[in-house]
């Protein structure tokens, strides 16, 4: 199975901060990497799909990038609703595996 | 709007059975691949098992091969999850995500999660 190694687990920001949140695979998986959002109680929200592809409806302050094994989730300028829990996942081969998770929480 | 809600959760001892149960709506349930995917408390997600759009293709993680059973019925809109000898490590919140090819293979909606816990 294919490992996905995201750091850091957790980060303390402020509104308006720059964030970037990296993801490294085993092996390569090309560009097939996606980022979901977690907030407590609601169902996960895809952000980010093929590396650099954002989804619709996402803001554009999310932004990705990478390819084979190192990856990153930026969010431009942190904004209150953003303050969540982010992974990452490779669906380049079966069994699709996830990141750790990343936890932002405001400083 | 596309909808999907897991049922079916609850409390079962060791080496007891449990199916849940995800009802689909706002899509075409039967042009989708669907996956389980499940979350034990306070730790990260896991993927245990995925059913082609047919039923023809079914994968199982490692973790619940041999235990655990996925299907669906197309004509009802719904994904079933039968969980069988289950154990302790299998407590999480399991949640069913639709899969759809946008470049690469995503799961771009997903339920709330139903809460499944294995103690004695």
């Known amino acids: 199975d294919i490992q996905m190694t995201q750091s850091p687990s957790s980060l303390s920001a402020s509104v308006g901060d720059r964030v970037t949140i990296t993801c490294r695979a085993s092996?390569?998986?090309?560009?097939?990497l996606n980022w979901y959002q977690q907030k407590p109680g609601k169902a996960l929200k895809v952000l980010m799909y093929a590396a650099s592809s954002l989804q619709s409806g996402v803001p554009s302050r999310f932004s990705g990038s990478g390819s084979g094994t190192d990856f990153t989730l930026t969010i431009s300028c942190l904004q209150p609703e953003d303050f969540a829990t982010y992974y990452c996942?490779?669906?380049?081969?079966?069994?699709?595996?996830f990141g750790g998770g990343t936890k932002v929480e405001i400083k | 709007e596309v909808q999907l809600v897991e049922s079916g959760g609850g409390l079962v001892k060791p080496g007891g059975s449990l199916r849940l149960s995800c009802a689909a709506s706002?899509?075409?349930?039967?042009?989708?691949?669907m996956n389980w995917v499940r979350q034990a408390p306070g730790k990260g997600l896991e993927w245990i098992s995925y059913?082609?759009?047919?039923?023809?293709?079914?994968y199982y993680a490692d973790s619940v091969k041999g235990r655990f059973t996925i299907s669906r019925d197309n004509a009802k809109n719904s994904l079933y999850l039968q969980m069988n000898s289950l154990r302790v490590e299998d407590t999480a919140v399991y949640y069913c995500?639709?899969?759809?090819?946008?470049?690469?293979?995503?799961?771009?909606?997903w339920g709330q999660g139903t809460l499944v816990t294995v103690s004695s």
């Open positions: 059913i082609s759009s047919g039923g023809s293709t079914i």
């Open positions: 092996q390569s998986i090309s560009s097939s």
């Open positions: 995500a639709r899969e759809i090819t946008m470049i690469v293979v995503v799961n771009d909606y």
């Open positions: 996942q490779q669906t380049y081969s079966t069994p699709p595996t």
């Open positions: 706002g899509f075409t349930f039967n042009s989708y691949s």
